[in-house]
């Protein structure tokens, strides 16, 4: 049972924006950012739709999390993420200094956790909350590629 405002709870709407980028057939992540348990901002992959490979879940967030904040600093927020952020999201995330980031599925290949301090010193970090089924998500889309 999931229990509202919790961690599986967001990361669910994260599938769910995991879910809106596999449609599009782009490599599904989703994001949302959380403050005071509402979601203000939602992302997933655009990187085809937008020809931009800078166009990650995590970066669409952050910037629609911004604007909606009508600032650059994250404070006092969760990022909730389908994928362990990659190098250039991280260095997003820093200079945001969100407070939190949630991730499903650990990214062996691209991860930019395995860095230390690659995010600000203050922002936690939990990972593998829903895990399965993110990574799921992604085995199914790449085996569609193969």
């Known amino acids: 049972m999931i229990t509202p405002f ?4 967001f990361m669910r709407k994260a599938l ?17 950012i959380v ?18 490979v800078t166009a990650h879940a995590e970066m669409q967030s952050i ?19 389908t ?3 990659c190098v250039m999201c991280a260095g997003a995330l820093n200079w945001s200094q969100i407070s939190k980031v949630v991730y499903g599925a650990k990214d062996e290949r691209r991860g930019a956790l395995r860095y230390d301090n690659i995010l600000h010193p203050t922002t936690e970090i939990v990972g593998g909350i829903l895990a399965d089924e993110c990574s799921e998500l992604m085995k199914v889309f790449f085996k569609s590629k193969r």
């Open 16 to 32: 769910d924006e995991a879910k809106r980028a596999f449609d599009l057939d782009e490599v599904p992540v989703g994001a949302v």
């Open 35 to 52: 403050a005071n348990n509402q979601i203000i901002a939602k992302g997933h992959n655009l990187t085809e739709q937008l020809n931009d």
């Open 63 to 81: 910037t629609s999390a911004a604007e909606y904040l009508g600032g650059k600093y994250l404070k006092k927020c969760t990022l909730y993420v």
């Open 6 to 9: 919790d961690d599986t709870y």
């Open 83 to 85: 994928l362990e952020p």
